[in-house]
């Protein structure tokens, strides 16, 4: 079985850097290009199947219209292909903490959503599929793993403990990959957004494409995942779509974001809304609440709250 894994594309009108393209947020037409080069690849490959780990959207509980159109002729035009699309929600396409109420079911009309636990016995050559949708509750996770069948392949949206979030902090997760049974064939695992190859037995996909300034320097797009009696290979592709770039001697190029020595001495400032943060953000905003984190990481967490948290933008 030959197939796609990516999470986190977090469809989004974001603010940051767009312009309007005949009434269109340009970063959101951009989201748009990636999934379509996604297709494209699957196409030229003849894969069949391509699993998303979950966030979906981005903004908590109100999906913007113009999002949920762009979502809808990009997947529907995936369908068309002939290819198989498969999503579990992640903590962003949920309303709140509660985990009940998401923003996905438009993608019932185009191909699998898998709104709770669910296992697909013997999907493919001896191959089984398992999905586990975000979830706080470490009982659940537990129970999940105790009755995954064996040469499993997981689809799951969790945190993962022991490995840094884009490579800064470490967070008190529940999931611990030490729980990963041994007749599992492969989990992935969305939620953070860079990619990593954990273990034999996991593996982060990663963003399709950068967010945010936190996300400079790192390499995004999908996985190629080819599974035989011998095991599982990995490939990580890069998508083609702007960059933020801070390090000058980096290859650039036009559309890109950049920094220069200026801009950090005389940076802009802009006010920015949770919503315009990625999941490291957010979930040290969470996490800062349950005062966890350093004072550091608090600070930014009460700012972020009280709508004060200021950071320096690169000028045109
Ligand atoms: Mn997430």
């Excluded at 903004?59 to 995936?78: K, N, P, W, Y």
């Excluded at 198989?84 to 998401?102: F, L």
């Excluded at 030490?178 to 034999?200: M, N, Q, R, T, W």
């Excluded at 190629?224 to 960059?243: N, T």
């Amino acid at each position: 079985m030959r197939f796609i894994v990516y999470s986190d594309l977090h469809l989004h009108c974001w603010s940051y850097g767009s312009k309007l393209i005949e009434g269109r947020n340009s970063r959101l037409l951009q989201q748009i290009d990636v999934l379509n080069q996604m297709k494209k690849y699957a196409v030229q490959h003849g894969i069949r199947d391509i699993f998303c780990c979950g966030d979906v959207t981005h903004t908590q509980g109100r999906t913007d219209a113009e999002v949920l159109m762009a979502g809808h002729e990009v997947f529907s035009g995936i369908s068309a292909d002939g290819i198989k699309q498969w999503w579990i929600p992640g903590n962003h396409d949920y309303k709140d903490r509660a985990g009940t109420i998401h923003s996905l079911s438009w993608l019932k009309e185009l191909g699998a959503l898998v709104e709770k636990q669910e296992f697909f016995l013997n999907y493919t050559n001896g191959t089984s599929l398992a999905f586990l949708p975000y979830t706080e509750s470490k009982d659940e996770l537990l129970a999940f793993f105790n009755n995954v069948p064996v040469n499993s392949i997981c689809f799951i949206h969790q945190g993962v403990s022991g490995v840094p979030v884009n490579s800064k902090i470490f967070l008190d997760e529940i999931f611990d990959p030490a729980i990963i049974p041994e007749h599992v064939a492969h989990v992935f695992s969305g939620h953070y957004h860079d990619h990593k190859l954990v273990s034999p037995k996991l593996t982060i996909p990663g963003a399709p494409m950068q967010h945010t300034w936190g996300d400079a320097g790192q390499p995004r797009g999908w996985l190629d995942c080819s599974v035989d009696e011998f095991g599982i290979v990995i490939k990580h592709i890069e998508s083609d779509h702007p960059k933020f770039i801070r390090d000058l001697a980096e290859p650039h190029k036009e559309g890109d974001w950049r920094e220069t020595l200026e801009d950090t001495m005389a940076a802009p400032k802009i006010k920015l809304s949770a919503a315009d943060f990625s999941d490291l953000d957010l979930i040290a905003e969470e996490y800062a609440t349950k005062k966890k984190l350093n004072a550091h990481t608090k600070s930014i967490g009460k700012q972020l709250r009280a709508g004060k948290y200021e950071v320096p933008v690169a000028k045109d």
